[in-house]
């Protein structure tokens, strides 16, 4: 199902990217499942939990490596251009973005009720993956190499923001192991964590501040 959701939310986001559509573009966002995984990677970080840190890692991969897949296939086939109205804005990242991400990684473990909410969520998470990853594969595919790297530079901000802030939440929040000695192990895995993601956060700060526009 994970697979399944994946390509349809690539597949229409490619075809609202290519057209322009805000609409259609929001409703691959709908369909995107980004949550779970980074939500899961969060969660383990906190808990030091290797194997649930192995399982959503391993889904992330899966569903970037899908997403780029078909925004490169797309790309070769149709040659997309940078300068499309909702492709530019994907090429380039700003403080701004950074602050996107760090918001919907805080959003997304919040304890929300309802099924509104999680869906509400689930949507400000794929705002900030789905749609530059498929711009990346995309622009890839059609050889524009300079524009699909500020794609991915945008993508790699949002994976980091929101799984900082989702460790940093939940640590706010007092989620950890129920014994004490896991507990002290899950306290050292998050801290490292945390120093980790700030350390990638700033090196990625260095290059939007400073790098040749």
Same mark, same amino acid.
């Given at each position: 199902? $994970?697979?399944?959701?994946? %390509?349809?939310?690539?597949?229409?986001?490619?075809?609202?990217?290519?057209?322009?559509?805000?609409?259609?573009?929001?409703?691959?966002?709908?369909?995107?499942?980004?949550?779970?995984?980074?939500?899961?990677?969060?969660?383990?970080?906190? #808990?030091?939990?290797?194997?649930?840190?192995?399982?959503?890692?391993?889904?992330?991969?899966?569903?970037?490596?899908?997403?780029?897949?078909?925004?490169?296939?797309?790309?070769?086939?149709?040659?997309?251009?940078?300068? =499309?109205?909702?492709?530019?804005?994907?090429? &380039?990242?700003? =403080?701004?973005?950074?602050?996107?991400?760090?918001?919907?990684?805080?959003?997304?473990?919040?304890?929300?009720?309802?099924?509104?909410?999680?869906?509400?969520?689930?949507?400000?998470?794929?705002?900030? =993956? #789905?749609?530059?990853?498929?711009?990346?594969?995309?622009?890839?595919?059609?050889? &524009?190499?300079?524009?699909?790297?500020?794609? =991915?530079?945008? *993508?790699?901000? $949002?994976?980091?923001?929101?799984?900082?802030?989702?460790?940093? *939440?939940?640590?706010?929040?007092?989620?950890? +192991?129920? %014994?004490?000695? /896991?507990? /002290?192990?899950?306290?050292?895995?998050?801290?490292?964590?945390?120093?980790?993601?700030?350390?990638?956060?700033?090196?990625?700060?260095?290059?939007?501040? $400073?790098? +040749?526009?």
């Amino acid at each position: 199902l $994970y697979v399944l959701l994946v %390509t349809l939310s690539a597949v229409v986001a490619a075809i609202g990217l290519v057209r322009g559509d805000v609409a259609i573009i929001t409703g691959a966002m709908v369909i995107a499942p980004f949550l779970g995984p980074n939500v899961a990677l969060a969660l383990s970080t906190t #808990l030091a939990d290797t194997k649930l840190a192995v399982r959503a890692a391993l889904s992330n991969v899966v569903g970037v490596l899908l997403a780029v897949g078909i925004g490169v296939a797309v790309g070769f086939a149709f040659g997309i251009s940078p300068a =499309l109205p909702q492709v530019a804005p994907r090429t &380039h990242v700003g =403080l701004g973005d950074i602050v996107l991400a760090l918001a919907a990684g805080g959003a997304g473990v919040l304890p929300l009720p309802g099924g509104v909410a999680a869906v509400l969520v689930g949507v400000m998470i794929a705002v900030a =993956l #789905l749609p530059p990853i498929v711009t990346f594969g995309m622009l890839l595919g059609s050889g &524009h190499l300079a524009a699909a790297s500020g794609a =991915l530079l945008l *993508t790699v901000t $949002y994976l980091i923001g929101i799984n900082l802030a989702g460790v940093v *939440t939940f640590r706010i929040q007092g989620v950890r +192991p129920s %014994t004490w000695w /896991e507990a /002290e192990r899950a306290r050292r895995s998050s801290r490292l964590s945390i120093a980790a993601w700030i350390a990638l956060l700033v090196a990625l700060s260095a290059i939007i501040l $400073y790098a +040749p526009r």
